[in-house]
């Protein structure tokens, strides 16, 4: 059996950077775990279920999935999790990840130990910023040197407004793609593509919600599990 924890935003997850994963693997045989960083139930970006942003069926599937899968209404705190008892960890995007996960020491501490140790890290959109605080057993940042994708500044320009507030009123607190590439991480979020999935080791980077079905595939090929037709 493959396991693997997702760990999900309580500040604003996006819907399909979570549930696009999370049907993928599951069709895939592998078992899931969710944990957020208290405990509590994550919570989906409101944007992300609205029809007008994402359409009327991505919407509706969302929604139905984020109110009804036993897995994302029952988490497990994050600080209780241990890497090495997964074969890989998920961390969806989403604006609010900037507020919690992305900050969390032991959300942190996962993403390390999975990369140095026998797990695979997947890291989508938004969350790709916490490799601009994370950092390897020796202090150093996980990301110094590697190449990775995420959510792009030419993105966050048409969201934010001129003093960083977000739609919602809240200031966003950084831009992933600064953080990122003041980290030492190589970035390259392949704006002239469709999708955008990078590996680097054990490390997987995705952009955004376009590559939410890219980048669970490309997860499943990495832990050698062949996704049923």
């Not at 995420?150 to 831009?175: A, C, H, T």
Request: with cysteine.
């Amino acid at each position: 059996m493959t396991d693997a924890l997702f760990v999900v935003s309580e500040e604003g997850y996006w819907g399909e950077e979570c549930v696009e994963p999370l049907e993928t693997l599951s069709a895939a045989g592998v078992e899931i775990t969710v944990a957020t960083p208290s405990g509590s139930p994550p919570v989906v970006d409101e944007r992300s279920i609205d029809p007008d942003e994402v359409g009327e069926e991505t919407a509706e599937h969302v929604r139905e999935v984020a109110e009804n899968d036993e897995r994302l209404n029952d988490p497990i705190p994050v600080a209780q999790a241990d890497a090495e008892g997964y074969d890989a960890i998920v961390f969806p995007g989403g604006h609010g990840t900037a507020w919690d996960i992305n900050q969390d020491k032991h959300a942190r501490q996962l993403l390390r130990d999975a990369v140095e140790g026998n797990g695979k890290a997947l890291v989508v959109c938004h969350a790709v910023g916490m490799l601009g605080f994370a950092r390897d057993s020796h202090g150093a940042f996980i990301v110094n040197g590697r190449d990775v994708t995420g959510f792009p500044n030419e993105w966050e320009e048409g969201i934010v407004d001129e003093q960083d507030r977000m739609p919602d009123g809240r200031k966003l607190p950084y831009w992933v793609e600064d953080e990122v590439k003041a980290a030492g991480g190589n970035w390259d979020a392949e704006l002239d593509a469709d999708t955008s999935v990078t590996v680097d080791g054990d490390l997987l980077t995705a952009r955004g919600p376009g590559s939410s079905s890219a980048a669970a595939e490309t997860l499943l090929e990495e832990l050698d599990i062949e996704l049923e037709a």
